[in-house]
């Protein structure tokens, strides 16, 4: 018996709306903690970050314009219900994360505190959306085909594409930001690459 969990038959309707909406929020959360600290992250969420500390632009609305093109691919690659799911939870995220900021002001936060906090409610946050075949789009749609498909860990994609990113991040941040983001980055794809593995999930 295998135990997938990308088949429609592994949880209920109810178990996969309320998972992905728990994982979103939590992403909501890291993402909330990184703007206040004036940080950013890997992915497309910390492209989208980027172009909102540079332009003045809305975070959530770039995140989610940023995401449209990677939705074809994971429709072609992974199906209709991933992307679907996919869509759904960059959608709840960007609306979290702008809920948050008027729900939950934060003045000040240590940027290693909000960095470390990150990659921890972040990590597991996108370890919620993996094991509901859901994910936070860009380079994790890529991370999740690439270890279904090739056995290439998903935290390991991740870190390889953050790692051009924060190069440049350097370019536009101050340096000490840049450094506590790279941390931040590294707990985050750490959690991922420690605890989503499929042989976990498969079972024979």
């Not at 332009?55 to 209709?80: D, E, K, M, Q, Y």
């Amino acid at each position: 018996m295998i135990a997938d969990p990308s088949s429609d038959n592994h949880y209920t309707p109810f178990e996969d709306i309320q998972g992905l909406v728990i994982a979103s929020a939590q992403a909501a959360l890291g993402i909330h903690l990184l703007r206040a600290a004036g940080l950013m992250t890997g992915g497309t969420a910390g492209f989208a970050l980027l172009v909102a500390y540079g332009t003045g632009w809305n975070f959530s609305a770039v995140f989610f314009v940023l995401n449209i093109p990677f939705f074809a691919l994971a429709w072609a690659l992974r199906g209709p219900v991933f992307c679907a799911k996919s869509l759904g939870t960059v959608a709840l995220v960007s609306l979290m994360a702008e809920a948050l900021k008027p729900l939950m002001g934060i003045s000040a936060v240590h940027p290693g505190a909000a960095a470390v906090l990150f990659g921890v409610s972040a990590g597991v946050g996108l370890l919620g959306l993996f094991r509901h075949s859901g994910s936070l789009g860009g380079v994790s749609i890529i991370a999740m085909i690439l270890q279904d498909r090739y056995g290439i860990r998903a935290g390991v994609t991740q870190l390889v594409h953050d790692l051009a990113l924060f190069a440049a991040a350097a370019a536009i941040l101050p340096l000490d930001r840049v450094l506590w983001s790279l941390l931040g980055a590294a707990i985050l794809n750490g959690v991922i690459a420690l605890n989503h593995r499929r042989d976990w999930y498969v079972m024979r």
